[in-house]
């Protein structure tokens, strides 16, 4: 069974940080690219940040550039979301999800195959 596991997340201050891990089990992430996703209460999902099966290219959306680093390590099947300088808006529920890929670019406006549970996030005072 292919399973993508979220950890990680909590309640941060604003301008902490946090880093959320997805581990996959049942499968190996070396030919998957992996995206995170978020949604927060009321609003529609959107794509935070990707990367490729090679690792050579990440994506990230602008409201999150230069404070969210994504890296992967494909001998421990995980691949990480380093956030820093969180937001208040920064506030949901995150999601990584993977897709079979050799393409040396990532795509978030695609469709994923294999989905975590989610781990939430909250920025507060």
């Known amino acids: 069974q292919l399973q993508l596991v979220e950890s990680g997340g909590g309640l941060v201050q604003p301008g902490g940080s946090l880093r959320l891990s997805c581990a996959a089990s049942g499968f190996t992430l070396d030919y998957y690219a992996i995206g995170w996703f978020r949604q927060a209460p009321g609003k529609e999902r959107e794509g935070v940040s990707c990367i490729s099966s090679s690792g050579g290219h990440t994506y990230y959306t602008d409201s999150v550039k230069g404070r969210f680093t994504i890296s992967r390590d494909n001998a421990k099947n995980t691949v990480y979301l380093q956030m820093n300088s969180l937001k208040p808006e920064d506030t949901a529920e995150y999601y990584c999800?993977?897709?079979?890929?050799?393409?040396?670019?990532?795509?978030?406006?695609?469709?994923?195959?294999?989905w975590g549970q989610g781990t939430q996030v909250t920025v507060s005072s």
């Open positions: 999800a993977a897709h079979p890929s050799l393409h040396r670019l990532c795509v978030l406006a695609r469709e994923y195959d294999v």
